[in-house]
């Protein structure tokens, strides 16, 4: 799974037939850290995310080959769409104490 930020919607008047009357959104994936990681991806979506929406990918073939059927040629879909993005707790100048110095 990865997470990304939708730039966009894709459009098409010819496409594989597993693809008929299904959403495209254009993400743009990203690091853990919310810089852009690579090209954007196209990807199904059944959540209804919009322009600007974090949204949780996955690549996974078999998840879409359930929802579009055995030939479809797609690989990314939306699996969620996460309120926020975790970021860890980063202090500066502390250091955990050591479990061994328990006394």
């Given at each position: ?38 090209e ?26 359930e929802?579009?059927?055995?030939t479809?040629p797609?690989?990314w879909?939306?699996l ?5 993005r ?5 202090r ?12």
């Open positions: 799974m990865q997470l990304g930020r939708v730039v966009g919607r894709a459009t098409a008047t010819v496409k594989h037939p597993t693809f008929q009357g299904e959403r495209l959104l254009i993400v743009q994936l990203e690091s853990p850290d919310g810089k852009p990681d690579g954007p991806v196209l990807a199904f979506d059944r959540l209804g995310a919009g322009r600007g929406d974090l949204v949780m990918l996955t690549a996974d073939g078999q998840l879409l080959q929802m579009l059927g055995p479809t797609g690989r879909s939306v969620g769409l996460p309120d926020t975790w970021e860890p707790i980063r500066s100048g502390v250091s955990d104490p050591d479990p061994r110095d328990r006394g």
